[in-house]
């Protein structure tokens, strides 16, 4: 699996566009200043291997910013195509937020369920009270077979190291912005995730996400393994299984 879609399962439109981001410096076509100014090297799209990355390289032939490269990615038309791809392979799907009384309309079911032996027409109810109770168990981002596809990824090339741990993460004692020799200030620019308030349950994007780790320059997203993403789009796919396969 290339690992721009590895960086979507794993994080979300925003690690995605972090790894298109850094395939395109691991192969010297862009380059990074110490104010975190971001050119490319030509001025053509040649050394693109995604529509996410020439999307990038067109839009250097001018300097942009560190975080707003990746931000005008993780947002753009060719994310989401690439969020559609995924969907039609099944690995992601539409997040569903948790709701506090799942386990009522669960709990209902069961019990006309059993009343269903004694008085059979109660098993309509119980029908649509189970399907309620499962609905609104939610659902994360990832699918079964989506876990599946990241379960022997590895950080073992930098790029990979992105896609899973974003700009901002570590692999072992390194920093993942020392691998690209990169400046603690530029990576900075990435906006942090946001984090859920203490006790608050959800099993929606994100979400990526997201789904994907939402960040203060996307809407929701979700998340999994790794570190802080960037911005990320209004997309629902990102890391980590959630209810009702």
Request: charged residues 20%; contains cysteine.
């Amino acid at each position: 699996m290339p690992p721009e879609q590895i960086g979507y399962l794993t994080d979300g439109p925003g690690r995605a566009a972090e790894t298109a981001l850094a395939r395109l410096l691991s192969a010297g076509l862009v380059r990074v200043s110490r104010d975190g100014i971001v050119s490319a090297v030509h001025q053509t799209e040649l050394g693109a291997t995604t529509a996410v990355e020439t999307l990038i390289l067109i839009g250097l032939r001018k300097p942009v910013r560190f975080d707003a490269v990746v931000r005008n990615a993780a947002k753009s038309a060719e994310m989401r195509a690439l969020h559609q791809q995924l969907r039609a392979r099944r690995l992601t799907r539409e997040a569903r937020p948790r709701l506090a009384a799942w386990w009522v309309f669960l709990a209902i079911g069961v019990i006309l369920s059993l009343l269903a032996f004694l008085e059979p027409w109660t098993l309509f109810g119980a029908v649509a009270f189970l399907g309620a109770g499962w609905w609104t168990y939610g659902a994360k981002p990832l699918t079964r077979a989506g876990r599946a596809a990241l379960k022997d990824v590895t950080a073992s090339d930098p790029v990979l190291a992105v896609a899973l741990k974003g700009f901002r993460g570590r692999v072992g004692n390194q920093t993942v912005a020392e691998i690209f020799r990169l400046p603690q200030s530029v990576v900075k620019m990435l906006p942090r995730k946001r984090r859920k308030k203490a006790g608050r349950r959800g099993g929606g994007a994100a979400s990526s996400g997201a789904a994907c780790g939402s960040s203060s320059c996307g809407s929701s997203s979700s998340c999994s393994s790794g570190s802080s993403s960037s911005c990320s789009g209004g997309s629902s796919c990102g890391g980590g299984g959630g209810g009702g396969d």
